[in-house]
């Protein structure tokens, strides 16, 4: 079992910044390809950031070049730097790890992207 605890959401304005972190229990951290997921009401989860154990990095379209998603496998962390955040950013976001056939979500963390 992997409990994911996501912190780092909140309110930012048009333009800003946040840097959201989630923290895993398991010590094979390395192990796993790690995500970044968001949701609003009334659609479906997407699939915004992705990290392979290797490193390799996959963004959605619509958040390329203002996201950067990393890990720290010493710490058992990865990281999504959200810049020039924009409304329709506004979402829970939710981080997501898997390895072979186990998969585990987070609790979610909102961002709220408004003036």
């Known amino acids: 079992q992997v409990q994911l605890v996501e912190s780092g959401g909140g309110l930012v304005q048009p333009g800003g910044s946040l840097r959201l972190s989630c923290l895993a229990s398991r010590s094979a951290f390395s192990l796993y390809a790690m995500a970044w997921y968001r949701q609003t009401p009334g659609k479906e989860r997407e699939s915004v950031a992705t990290?392979?154990?290797?490193?390799?990095?996959n963004y959605l379209d619509s958040v390329k070049g203002r996201f950067t998603i990393s890990r720290d496998n010493a710490k058992n962390t990865v990281y999504l730097q959200m810049n020039s955040l924009k409304p329709e950013d506004t979402a829970v976001y939710y981080c997501y790890a898997q390895f072979r056939s186990l998969s585990y979500w987070g609790q979610g963390t909102q961002v709220t992207v408004s003036s």
């Open positions: 990290i392979t154990s290797g490193g390799s990095t």
